[in-house]
């Protein structure tokens, strides 16, 4: 510090240039922050722009649609929708029990000296490419369903009064099932690294006094934790369904690009990600490349809703937590 | 200034490696030629291109995203030639200013991947195909299929039948032989390089649809006949309209081609599936070149030009090998000249 | 004082439950790696990196899809880098408290959780309609898209951490604030903001959907950025959905050698990171 102080205080002091130099630097960070903010209404209004097209010959219909024919010139986002969700809702209803499990496991059960390798083993799998999961879905995952999962399924519930339509049909094992369990796998990072945090956070007194009152570690977490850190958990909710929701290259190879509205999540389907990356090199006429664009504009609007509500939660919960920003 | 501006040196440290690495001789004065579109002709056509660039340095960068994108991109001008199965029609044609000509002749045949039953041992017919892709028949033992395959031990599976995803000129020679042959489907899904398919998997290409039949079990695909004799696959033999059940092959093809009329086809428009004779393939195809009459680089457009000359006079190795049966004499004598009245 | 069996029960449950997830968890994570390893290992060969993409049916290497991959990562990390950092210092800066900072900070939130493949739309629109064709240049450009807000908000939090004591120190020596923030906060920051860009190179490294519809691919040796340019990801995907078991080889190292570069750029972060701490 002695030496920098030093050649601060030898260095030339311009002092007019000073402030105009000032001026600039404020004027290029200012504009650089204002370019975040142009470049996200930039891809909002490009997308709805390459999409009016679409909207304006089909309406609303377009959304209610599910059809999908290239060749007739009807186009309705139904079926890619409706695989977006289901495959999104299995992502969720895997990931949020385990990765409760996982922040429960790193803040009370493990060992301490076990917590940060497991915790960074549990991160590495939010660094591996999305791609690696579709092709590892592919080659090893969807055959494995195929093999041993999917027959099993469909024979014992199959025939069942109210789950029975869920799990019908031939074991192909590429469909809605296999690419909701690889989603859920991808998503479970995302949403266990935002647990533990808040987990961890929870001030040690409300906890110590809970076991103090004798409860058990599960009555800790399901009535002082959980409670706690409500609106944060609800934030890592939707922060994973966000990126479940567009997860494009891990879902594409296992769904099985069929636009096709079936009950049955054994049945392959499309997403709204998965349609576009297998189909835009190809749309050959302007509706169909203006369809495939208005999907893009459908998935924009409802995760940037998903990723607001998600930041609002978890920006109240800095503010709960003391933090400014 | 501290950032780390480590990257300018490092790219230009890239770019100068760059340029002398790879295995290929370091020809730059070869043109770079780019076309999109047909799977079905990919596996000759990157034949042709290997070669053709051992010979004369110029590189033909295809990416074979399937013929409905071939034809958009072709039209929109992103690159310098299309390549389609399903033929344009000349009122399309001049809308777009585009010239079209056939480079090669192929055969679309079923693929099977079901335990035990190996090449060429399961017998079909168009209306089973038929059947099959439009869900009414949903087991691999239905009587309709065991009927026609006694001896073939075929199991209770449900059928995964796959298609294409994408707009496929595959697809569209395909569903004009289910047209043709099956009047149910003809009033259904019809023809196109897309339909309205129920149920079964999108295969992206002909390549998605050959890797999805590998990869699942019970599970049945159309592809062009190069792509079975390069993975092995498990073929089915289809009756033809002669009644008989022909083998998949460049003879029984060419065959099939031998009876197209190409000399009253207006800009080669014409589909020869379905055709008569006891010997011929009854899913026989062929792939058309689009390329701009008046193209804006006159020299890309020489360079396509030369090209598929060389294809077409010069190929028919590559061809056969790949069971493709090359275009005869008088057909490429009959394209010379429509190209160079039609091409400026 | 017994509890009750019921609560006792509950807990082993919990227990058991929190176990098991953990290890579910984490048999994944091997299962993936373990399969990516083995099946890219058993690729690897030294021609992977010497020889172009080949045709169907032939064998070959990697090697123009890892150049274009690379320069399109270096491109976009010069691109993306002046303008994240610029905009995180105004985010921790003069824009501190400001409404502005407020709404930049939560836009650039959403935009690191965005649909890359709705980034990809955006390129295509702007530039690859516009050009009339494919390029490795619109394909950096989507990728500088993707890191800038990795880029934002780590150097926003980085220039947070750096106590106010050593901005009132500069202040008090006479320096004018933009060589407060050159001279003395991202020195201090430096190690901070290149972990950030080192996190956003391995997490734009594994992106594919944005690069379908910028840089296509090109099977053929080319360092031509204004046109396609052959790029991993897009690789993989092609020989992925394809039937070729020498393509599916060759997918297999592929992704190994990509694997192997996110998780050493992960590893090399947390280095950097401990380093800083202990310094």
């Known amino acids: 510090m002695n030496a920098t102080a030093a050649k601060i205080l030898e260095a030339p002091r311009p002092k007019k240039s000073g402030a105009g130099a000032d001026r600039t630097f404020e004027l290029i960070t200012s504009g650089a922050a204002w370019f975040v903010l142009v470049l996200l209404a930039g891809i909002a209004l490009s997308m709805a722009w390459g999409g009016r097209l679409a909207f304006k010959t089909f309406g609303w219909r377009f959304i209610t649609s599910p059809d999908w024919d290239a060749v007739g010139g009807h186009f309705g986002a139904l079926v890619p929708i409706y695989g977006t969700l289901v495959t999104s809702a299995i992502a969720l209803i895997i990931a949020v029990p385990v990765s409760i499990g996982i922040a429960l496991f790193l803040t009370d059960i493990a060992p301490r000296w076990t917590r940060g390798p497991i915790a960074i083993a549990i991160e590495l799998l939010a660094a591996i490419p999305s791609i690696i999961y579709g092709m590892w879905g592919l080659f090893v995952f969807a055959p494995f369903m195929a093999a041993h999962v999917e027959p099993w399924l469909s024979d014992h519930l199959g025939g069942k009064a109210v789950i029975g339509p869920l799990f019908s049909g031939p074991p192909i094992g590429i469909g809605m099932l296999t690419a909701g369990i690889v989603l859920g796998i991808m998503v479970i990072p995302f949403i266990a690294a935002v647990a533990r945090e808040v987990f961890s956070a929870v001030p040690a007194p409300l906890r110590e006094s809970a076991v103090a009152l004798g409860s058990t570690r599960w009555e800790v977490l399901r009535h002082v934790t959980l409670p706690y850190t409500r609106s944060a958990m609800i934030g890592a909710i939707f922060l994973g369904l966000g990126r479940a929701l567009g997860e494009t290259m891990a879902v594409t190879f296992v769904l099985g690009n069929a636009h096709d509205l079936s009950a049955s999540l054994l049945m392959p389907s499309n997403s709204i990600a998965a349609a576009i990356a297998n189909e835009f090199t190809e749309a050959d006429t302007d509706l169909y490349r203006s369809s495939l664009i208005a999907l893009g504009f459908l998935l924009f609007v409802v995760t940037f809703i998903v990723l607001s509500i998600a930041k609002l939660l978890l920006l109240r919960v800095n503010k709960q937590m003391g933090r400014t920003h | ?344 | 004082m017994a509890i009750r069996a019921s609560r006792r029960i509950a807990d082993v449950v919990a227990f058991v439950f929190a176990t098991a997830a953990t290890t579910f968890g984490l048999v994944w994570l091997t299962w993936i790696l373990w399969m990516t390893f083995r099946q890219g290992a058993a690729a690897l060969t030294p021609s992977l990196f010497t020889q172009m993409t080949p045709p169907p049916g032939s064998s070959g290497g990697i090697f123009n899809a890892l150049y274009g991959s690379a320069v399109m990562i270096l491109l976009a990390v010069v691109i993306g880098t002046p303008v994240g950092v610029a905009a995180g210092t105004y985010l921790a800066e003069h824009g501190r408290h400001t409404r502005l900072a407020a709404a930049v900070s939560f836009i650039n939130d959403i935009l690191l959780s965005a649909p890359s493949i709705v980034i990809g739309l955006f390129i295509y629109e702007l530039v690859v309609r516009r050009a009339g064709h494919f390029s490795g240049f619109a394909g950096a450009l989507s990728l500088a898209i993707i890191l800038l807000p990795i880029v934002v908000r780590t150097t926003q939090e980085s220039l947070l951490l750096i106590p106010d004591t050593m901005r009132e120190a500069g202040f008090a020596l006479g320096l004018p604030r933009w060589r407060v923030t050159r001279q003395i906060l991202y020195k201090a920051a430096m190690s901070a903001i290149l972990t950030g860009i080192l996190l956003g190179i391995a997490r734009i490294a594994g992106e594919t959907a944005p690069l379908l519809f910028t840089a296509l691919n090109n099977q053929f040796w080319s360092a031509n950025l204004n046109a396609p340019l052959a790029n991993l990801p897009v690789v993989i995907f092609q020989y992925v959905m394809s039937p070729y078991d020498e393509w599916h080889t060759l997918a297999w190292a592929g992704a190994f050698v990509l694997t192997a570069f996110v998780l050493l750029l992960n590893i090399l972060v947390r280095l950097i990171a401990r380093k800083g701490k202990q310094g």
């Open chain 2, 1 to 344: 200034m501290n950032r780390p501006f480590f990257a300018l040196p490092a790219l230009a440290l890239l770019a100068a490696c760059g340029s002398s690495g790879g295995n290929e001789a370091a020809n730059s004065s070869g043109a770079q030629i780019t076309g999109a579109g047909s799977t079905f002709v990919y596996p000759v056509l990157s034949a042709w291109a290997a070669d053709y660039r051992n010979q004369n340095g110029t590189a033909v960068n295809y990416q074979s995203i399937g013929s409905g994108g071939g034809i958009a991109q072709v039209e929109a001008g992103t690159v310098d030639f299309g390549a389609t199965d399903q033929p344009l029609k000349s009122d399309e044609l001049a809308k777009n200013n585009l010239a079209q000509f056939p480079v090669i002749v192929g055969g679309i045949v079923p693929v099977v991947n079901i335990a035990g039953v190996d090449a060429g041992k399961l017998k079909l017919t168009g209306p089973i195909l038929a059947d099959i892709y439009q869900g009414k028949i949903k087991n691999w033992n239905d009587p309709a299929i065991v009927r026609l395959n006694p001896g073939v031990n075929l199991p209770s599976a449900a059928i995964a039948a796959v298609h294409r995803s994408d707009g496929s000129g595959t697809t569209f020679n395909f569903t004009h032989y289910l047209s043709q042959v099956s009047p149910a489907w003809k009033a259904g899904p019809g023809e196109g390089k897309t339909v309205n398919w129920t149920g079964g998997v999108g295969g992206k290409g002909n390549e998605g649809v050959a890797g999805y039949v590998k990869q699942l079990p019970n599970s049945l695909g159309y592809v062009e006949y190069a792509y079975v004799v390069q993975n092995k696959m498990s073929y089915a033999l289809v009756q033809n309209a002669a009644g008989q059940f022909v083998a998949p092959s460049a003879d029984s093809f060419a065959a099939a081609a031998g009876t197209a009329d190409w000399k009253n086809a207006q800009d080669f428009n014409l589909v020869m599936t379905n055709a008569p004779g006891a010997n011929a393939y009854p899913i026989a195809a062929s792939t058309f070149i689009l390329v701009p009459k008046q193209p804006k680089d006159k020299a890309k457009s020489n360079a396509v030009i030369a090209f598929f000359k060389y294809a077409i006079e010069k190929g028919q190795g590559q061809a056969t090998k790949l069971d493709y049966v090359p275009l005869p004499a008088d057909l490429v004598k009959q394209i010379e000249d429509y190209i160079s009245q039609n091409v400026k």
